[in-house]
């Protein structure tokens, strides 16, 4: 309760990463109810920072110029935060990027060039991460055993496979945490940049092992994703107006 209630809540992280990200700065990207939420994570996981823009004419996607305007408010702000220019920038978007988003990532990357704010050598990379992929897959590990018969586990925690230059599968739960049923792993998506997929799915695996809410366990998702599904709940979940009045009614009728 004290790390879910208090904690996170207040945006205390109980612990940050020793190992630095391939990536200078990465931005979780998820629109829920016409909210935009952004997870902002620095080099090695120290400035972690969250970010919303409502606006009601836009629902599942953002456009061009609110995705331009939003990136720029957001790495402006974290130049703050650092002593050096940001050349790697990585975009994790829950779901499926939009052509709108990416166009506007691409004209706020060459506007905060232009002004100095990053460096001129910067670029970004689009990583897609779905949460269910539309084609089961799963990896498994054989393993001999002493009276040389194979027998099949759960791969190990950190495993990945690389399908080709554009997809990547991810196992950040594992048999070590001895998980009963079957791992599923995370689909992950390589649209364009100088990032390899290998070094996504690296820095991925690293922000899956921020596990705030249980230390004890492991995340299939990384923090970029996990977090903004949490903040998005929050900020953007429907309520029903109508049962909310009728409890303040019934609390008026009990108290003296």
Not at 11 to 36: C, E, M, Y
């Amino acid at each position: 309760m004290a790390l879910n209630k208090i904690l996170l809540n207040n945006q205390r992280w109980p612990f940050v990463l020793s190992t630095k990200l391939h990536a200078d700065l990465i931005v979780g990207i998820d629109v829920k109810n016409h909210t935009a939420g952004f997870v902002i994570v620095g080099k090695n996981g120290v400035h972690i920072r969250p970010d919303f823009d409502t606006s009601l004419k836009e629902q599942e996607k953002l456009s061009t110029k609110r995705m331009k305007r939003c990136l720029i408010r957001i790495l402006s702000k974290e130049s703050e935060f650092s002593e050096d220019l940001v050349r790697t920038i990585v975009l994790h978007r829950d779901g499926r990027f939009f052509e709108s988003e990416l166009l506007g990532a691409k004209e706020a990357l060459e506007h905060l060039k232009n002004i100095g704010v990053v460096h001129q050598d910067a670029s970004i990379t689009f990583v897609e991460i779905a949460k269910t992929a539309p084609v089961p897959f799963r990896l498994f590990d054989v393993i001999e055993q002493d009276d040389g018969k194979a027998r099949t586990w759960n791969p190990q925690v950190g495993y990945y496979y690389i399908a080709g230059e554009v997809d990547g599968y991810l196992c950040a739960t594992g048999r070590a945490f001895r998980r009963r049923s079957t791992i599923n792993p995370l689909h992950v998506k390589r649209l364009e940049g100088k990032l390899s997929l290998e070094k996504c799915l690296e820095d991925i695996y690293y922000l899956t092992a921020l596990t705030w809410t249980n230390p004890r366990d492991c995340s299939r998702e990384p923090i970029t994703i996990k977090l903004n599904d949490r903040y998005l709940g929050e900020e953007a979940g429907p309520y029903d107006s109508e049962a909310l009045a009728d409890e303040y009614q019934s609390l008026e009728d009990v108290l003296p």
